[in-house]
Structure formats: structure tokens, C-alpha cells
């Protein structure tokens, strides 16, 4: 198998086939198990560096493999922008919440549980934007012709 390993999970251009999607994808979402059942038992602190880590490596397949049908590879962003969006309305929630609770504002705990539930409810709704994009991603036929994004993949499967 030819696949470079440094394009696949490091560069936002380009393209990618099915193959090489579907292999990343895996891999990330090994990554993904070890890192919030094996690391995030050691250290929060660590899994959430690595979990923020992965963000890149896995805005880059879905980039390069959108690029390979002629979306935009900006697209791919939109799941990571929602729940980065959800999870600030959550933490201001939670600062919200335990100032109010300390100063003893029951309205202002209420408030501050209100907006981390709204957060949740957006980093929710934007995974399942990045799980209908990781599909749609994996099922789209390339583009068999070059497009705007750079000429159609070699198969990283062939024998050389």
C-alpha cells in the first residue's frame, strides 16, 4: 500500500479516493477510543490536548476527501466550528453557573444551566453534521477528471 501517511493526516489540499478516506477515518477513530478510554483515565488534561490534537488530522481527510468531489474542503470545517461554538456556550454556562452559585443567585445558577444544556444541544447538532459528513464523504464518487482542487487520486492500493 502507497498511502503517505504525512498528506493524509497533515495537508488540507489535495485529494483523497474512498480507500485512503475510510483508511484515515479508522485510524482517527482508533485514535479516538484509545484516547478517551485509555488516556483520559490517566489525565484529563492529556486527553483533552490529544483530543484537541486529533481536531486537525481529522479536518485534513475530510478536507482532501471533499476536494475529491468538488466541494469545497472550507465545508469540512462547518461540524468543527458548531461544536467549538457549542462547547464555548457551555463553558461560559458553567462559569455562569458557579458564580451564581457561590453568590448565591439561584436565577443566575438556572441561567447558567440553560446555556450549558443550549451548548450541549450545539455540540450535539454538530457531530451529527461531522457523522453525515464522514458518510457522505466515504459514499461520494470522485471526480474521475482533474477539478479545481488538483488532479483525480492515484489508487493507494495499486502495486507500483
Same mark, same amino acid.
Given at each position: 500500500?502507497n498511502?503517505?501517511?504525512q498528506?493524509?493526516f ?5 485529494r483523497?479516493g ?13 485514535a479516538?477510543?484509545i484516547?478517551?478510554?485509555?488516556? /483520559? @483515565?490517566?489525565s484529563q488534561?492529556v486527553?483533552?490536548?490529544? @483530543? !484537541?490534537?486529533l ?15 468538488g466541494?469545497?474542503?472550507k ?10 461554538v457549542?462547547?464555548?456556550v457551555?463553558?461560559i454556562?458553567?462559569?455562569?453557573m458557579g458564580?451564581?452559585a457561590?453568590?448565591g443567585?439561584?436565577?443566575?445558577a438556572a441561567? @447558567?444551566?440553560?446555556?450549558?444544556a !443550549?451548548g ?5 447538532v454538530?457531530?451529527?453534521i461531522w457523522?453525515?459528513f464522514?458518510?457522505w464523504?466515504?459514499?461520494?464518487k470522485? #471526480?474521475?477528471a ?8 492515484? #489508487?493507494?492500493?495499486a502495486? /507500483?
Amino acid at each position: 500500500m502507497n498511502i503517505d501517511w504525512q498528506d493524509l493526516f497533515l495537508k488540507p489540499s489535495g485529494r483523497i479516493g474512498q480507500k485512503e478516506f475510510w483508511i484515515g477515518i479508522l485510524i482517527l477513530f482508533v485514535a479516538g477510543l484509545i484516547n478517551n478510554y485509555v488516556l /483520559a @483515565g490517566m489525565s484529563q488534561a492529556v486527553s483533552g490536548i490529544v @483530543g !484537541l490534537v486529533l481536531i486537525y488530522p481529522g479536518y485534513c481527510v475530510l478536507s482532501s476527501r471533499f476536494a475529491d468531489f468538488g466541494k469545497s474542503p472550507k465545508l469540512a470545517l462547518l461540524p468543527y466550528a458548531v461544536m467549538a461554538v457549542g462547547f464555548l456556550v457551555m463553558l461560559i454556562g458553567g462559569v455562569t453557573m458557579g458564580g451564581s452559585a457561590i453568590a448565591g443567585s439561584d436565577a443566575g445558577a438556572a441561567g @447558567g444551566l440553560g446555556l450549558m444544556a !443550549l451548548g450541549g444541544l450545539a455540540s450535539g447538532v454538530g457531530a451529527v453534521i461531522w457523522f453525515v459528513f464522514v458518510i457522505w464523504a466515504g459514499v461520494a464518487k470522485g #471526480d474521475p477528471a482533474p477539478n479545481a482542487y488538483g488532479p483525480p487520486p492515484a #489508487d493507494p492500493t495499486a502495486k /507500483a
